[in-house]
């Protein structure tokens, strides 16, 4: 289980805590998936701890539980949705330049048409 940190200011938290409403796709006591509300795809998911946890560069060791439940959760969420066979396309944006807005750790799950690389 993850530790039970929640920041106020958060918009994932106060989602992860039922105070925003959103289109929640899968959750468990670990981790929240919904639906992005600016889709780069038809299929376009969010995937979050529920304990506020920083981006990918505030990460340490102790932390590796996190980051593997994140990509394992997307695996079970592409599985259910059956995309994983078509294929999906995993994000973790770090940081402004990289299009990260909301600095709670979070995974993009992409897929519903062919992705193209771009950059």
Partial sequence: MLKSIIV???IFCKIANKEISSEI???????????????KAPIHFLI???AHIGPVN?????????AGGLVLKAKEVAEK???SG?????????GKDAGMEV??????LLAGKPLKFES
């Fill in 8 to 10: 106020e200011s958060c």
């Fill in 25 to 39: 796709v899968s959750e468990d006591e670990n981790f929240v998936v919904f639906k992005d509300i600016n889709p």
């Fill in 48 to 50: 979050i701890p529920k």
């Fill in 58 to 66: 505030t990460l340490k060791a102790e932390d590796k539980d996190i």
């Fill in 81 to 83: 949705i059956g995309v």
């Fill in 86 to 94: 078509s294929g999906y396309r995993l994000i973790f944006n770090v």
């Fill in 103 to 108: 600095d709670h750790l979070h995974l993009h």
